[in-house]
């Protein structure tokens, strides 16, 4: 089984200031690791993916995370936030090996980003 | 750009109702799935198809079926609508080791 858990539910933050979204997560095999975003009354929108390779990935808008195997943790972040970033993000998992959690993405409860002027 | 539609952005239907919400994805992809997002819950996952006429439940597939004839088509299905199915809906296909791509989603009113 595979669980994500995000530990901020909501997120003040004012314009220009760097922002961090935490995930942790857990699995027994091996996983790949997901940042979407929902703009309100919309679908979600991939920001970054982990899949293998560099443990810094650099996504849409200016985000970036981290993934870190030792701590099961994949947080998100970005240096100077603006208006526009005012959305809900989500963090998902999924397995990359065989096993009846293959195939399946799992998400974290969302953490809702609100950027003050 | 892969394309995922959902047929319905608002649906509002009465308790006990059989209701039928359509998903179509345009890249061949092998994989859908449909989610429920609430508030504070995150998406949760009520099934998802790996091959036409295959079909696997998800975490939560109590009071739902789904249906897909298609390679592009995958339908969730209401038996008895209830009020606690108030949720939107969320379609989402994906192929391989990809990320999955999303619909706009459908926002189900139960009364």
């Known amino acids: 089984a595979q669980s994500v858990t995000q530990l901020d539910s909501q997120v003040p933050v004012f314009e220009e200031a760097p922002v961090e979204l935490r995930c942790n997560y857990s699995s027994s095999v091996s996983v790949y690791l997901f940042w979407y975003v929902q703009y309100p009354n919309q679908g979600l929108q991939l920001l970054l993916k982990?899949?293998?390779?560099?443990?810094l990935v650099k996504g849409i808008n200016g985000f970036e995370a981290e993934f870190n195997k030792s701590q099961t943790s994949f947080h998100l972040r970005k240096p100077s936030v603006h208006i526009s970033d005012t959305a809900e993000y989500f963090c998902a998992v999924r397995a990359n090996a065989g096993g009846t959690s293959y195939g399946k993405l799992t998400f974290g409860q969302g953490t809702i980003l609100t950027v003050h002027p | 750009d892969v394309k995922v539609t959902q047929s319905s952005r608002y649906l509002v239907k009465r308790t006990g109702e059989k209701v039928f919400l359509e998903c179509v994805q345009d890249m061949d992809h092998e994989n859908m799935f449909w989610y429920r997002q609430d508030p504070g819950l995150g998406l949760r996952l009520i099934y998802f198809s790996y091959d036409v006429k295959m079909k696997e439940k998800g975490d939560i597939p109590e009071g739902y079926s789904v249906s897909r004839e298609k390679k592009e088509r995958f339908s969730l299905i209401l038996e008895s609508a209830s009020t606690n199915q108030t949720s939107m809906y969320l379609c989402?296909?994906?192929?391989?080791?990809?990320?999955?791509?999303f619909g706009q989603g459908t926002r189900l009113t139960v009364v």
């Open positions: 982990y899949l293998s390779g560099s443990t």
């Open positions: 989402a296909s994906r192929q391989d080791v990809s990320e999955a791509f």
